[in-house]
C-alpha cells in the first residue's frame, strides 16, 4: 500500500512510522523547510536550545513517555523551587504558592462552576453532550457573565484560559472549554506542574524527538513541498504539491493521510469536495506567542525566586523557568496568550521588545537586560496558531461528528482530531497511530467519483 502523509508535524511523523513498520511504502509532505509543525526548537546559544512550541508532559501522556523512551531521550523535571511573583493592578508582590492574590472565595466558586461544567462532557463524544446545543451556541466569556459576579473570579478567568488553552474566551464555545479541560486529564492535571501535565520538558527540546523520526524515515520525507490539491476516485489518490517545492509535483497514493491543523486543512482543494469542513468561519487559531528571556544563569533563583509570574495585563500574562537542568543558562519563558497574543503580533517587533523588556523590569526590576528571542504562532503559515485550534461557537456540533470520518482514500490525523490530549502532543501521538490503524482495516474506501485520474 502506498501511503502519502500530508504534514511532519509529530502526528503525522507517529503515523509515517507506523505505517513504514507495517510495510506500507510512504511519502511524507511538508510545506516548511523542517519538521515538527507546533513541535519547534528554538536556538538560543550554540549548546542551548529551547523549546518554540509543545514543550511539557505528565505521567498520563503515555504514548509520548513511550516514544521517548524508544529514541533515548530524556526528561528534565520542571520542578520550581523559590516564591512566585504577581503582578496584579500593576502591584507586585511575591509569595511561596503559585495561587494568585485573588479573593480565595471569588476563585473557589468559579473553579466550582468549572468543575461542573467538565464533569457534564461527553469525552468520547462532546456533540451528545446533554444541552450539548446550548453549551456549544454560548462563548466563555458570555457563560463567565452569566454565572459569576465576582469580579477576582472575572479577572482571573481569562488569565486561566489563556494559559490552559491560549484562547480568548470570547471566542470560543463553553462545549469546547469544557472538553479541553476534560480531555487533557482535568483542570487539577492540566494546570499542575508536580503530578501533572506540565511535569517534565524533554531535556534538549522536545523537537529532538521529532528529528529522531525523521532520521528513522529518511529520504521519505520532503521538507517544503506544501500540498495544494488532492483528487482522488476508486482507483487511487493524486496529491498536488507546489510552488514552493520549485517545479509542482504529483505523488500518487493508495491512501492518504492529512495531519494539519482544521484550517489549514480546509485549504486544501480537495477532488470529490469534502462532505463536511474542517474547519469553519468560527474556528480559530491558538493565540500563543512564545517569549524566551535568557541569562548566563537562572539567577532570579539567587533572590529566592522561582521564576514563576502571573500578571494581569499583557503582554507577559505568566513567566516559567525553563533552565536547563545542569543550569548552565537561565531562561525564562514568557507567554503571551489570548486577547493580548492577537494585540502582540500587530506590533512592529520594536514595540514589542520594549513592551516586554518595560514588563520584565516591573516583574523583576533586580535582573539585567536579558538576550530575546520571540515565537510568534499567530504569524506563522504553516500553523495557524498554537497550541491548537480554538473551537469556536456552533464548531463541535458542526465538526465534531466528522473529525476523524474519511472522506474516501483520505484519512485524518493531528491533535485536533483526538478525543485524548486534544491540543496536546499526547494526543497528536495518539492520532497518528489511530489513522493508521484505520488504514490496517483493510475496508475498501468509498469514492464519490469513478472518474480515472490523469496518468
Known amino acids: 500500500m502506498r501511503v502519502v502523509i500530508v504534514g511532519a508535524g509529530l502526528a503525522g511523523l507517529t503515523a509515517a512510522a507506523d505505517a513504514m513498520d507495517n510495510g506500507a511504502e510512504v511519502v511524507v509532505v511538508e510545506a516548511r523547510d523542517r519538521v515538527g509543525g507546533r513541535v519547534h526548537g528554538i536556538r538560543l546559544a550554540d549548546n542551548l536550545i529551547v523549546d518554540g512550541g509543545a514543550a511539557y508532559l505528565g505521567e498520563r501522556h503515555t504514548e509520548l513517555l513511550a516514544k521517548i523512551r524508544e529514541y533515548g531521550l530524556a526528561l528534565a523535571a520542571t520542578t520550581m523551587d523559590g516564591d512566585s511573583t504577581f503582578l496584579v493592578a500593576n502591584r507586585r508582590t511575591t509569595t511561596a504558592t503559585r495561587v494568585p492574590p485573588f479573593g480565595a472565595v471569588a476563585l473557589g466558586e468559579l473553579f466550582d462552576h468549572l468543575e461542573d461544567l467538565v464533569e457534564q462532557v461527553r469525552p468520547d463524544a462532546p456533540w451528545l453532550t446533554p444541552h450539548a446545543a446550548d453549551l456549544d451556541r454560548l462563548t466563555a466569556a458570555q457563560w463567565l457573565a452569566d454565572v459569576i459576579d465576582q469580579r477576582d473570579a ?74 495544494y490539491a488532492i483528487e482522488q476516485d476508486a482507483y487511487g489518490a493524486l496529491v498536488r504539491c507546489g510552488p514552493d517545492a520549485g517545479a509542482p ?9 492529512v495531519a494539519l491543523p482544521p484550517a489549514l486543512a480546509q485549504q486544501i482543494q480537495y477532488r470529490p469536495a469534502l462532505p463536511s469542513p474542517r474547519a469553519t468561519p468560527a474556528t480559530g487559531h491558538g493565540c500563543a506567542i512564545k517569549v524566551h528571556l535568557s541569562y548566563p544563569t537562572p539567577i532570579w533563583r539567587d533572590s529566592g525566586l522561582s521564576g514563576w509570574s502571573v500578571s494581569t495585563s499583557g503582554p507577559l500574562l505568566s513567566t516559567v523557568d525553563d533552565s536547563p537542568s545542569d543550569e548552565s543558562a537561565g531562561v525564562l519563558t514568557g507567554f503571551v496568550t489570548g486577547a493580548a497574543a492577537a494585540e502582540f503580533t500587530r506590533q512592529s517587533p520594536q514595540r514589542q521588545r520594549d513592551s516586554v523588556l518595560a514588563h520584565l ?44 470520518e474519511p472522506h474516501g482514500r483520505i484519512h485524518w490525523a493531528g491533535t485536533e482530531t483526538s478525543l485524548e490530549f486534544f491540543g496536546l502532543m499526547e494526543g497528536a501521538i495518539r492520532s497518528g497511530h489511530r489513522v493508521v490503524a484505520e488504514l490496517n482495516d483493510g475496508v475498501e474506501p468509498r469514492s464519490a467519483s469513478r472518474k480515472v485520474l490523469s496518468r
Open 361 to 404: 523590569r516591573r516583574l523583576y526590576p533586580q535582573l539585567p537586560r536579558p538576550h530575546y528571542t520571540v515565537t510568534d504562532w499567530l504569524a506563522e503559515k504553516y500553523s495557524r496558531g498554537c497550541y491548537a485550534a480554538l473551537f469556536g461557537p456552533g464548531d463541535w456540533l458542526r465538526l465534531g461528528p466528522t473529525l476523524t
Open 249 to 257: 509535483c504529483e505523488i500518487r497514493a493508495d491512501r492518504v493521510v
Open 154 to 227: 472575572r479577572t482571573f478567568f481569562p488569565l486561566f484560559i489563556g494559559e490552559m488553552m491560549a484562547a480568548d474566551p470570547a471566542a470560543i464555545s463553553v462545549l469546547h472549554m469544557a472538553f479541553y479541560l476534560r480531555s487533557g486529564g482535568g483542570i487539577r492535571y492540566l494546570n499542575a506542574f508536580d503530578g501533572g501535565a506540565q511535569q517534565w520538558r524533554i531535556d534538549g527540546g522536545a523537537q529532538l524527538l521529532c528529528e529522531a523520526l525523521h532520521r528513522r524515515l529518511g529520504e521519505r520525507v520532503r521538507l517544503s513541498h506544501p500540498v
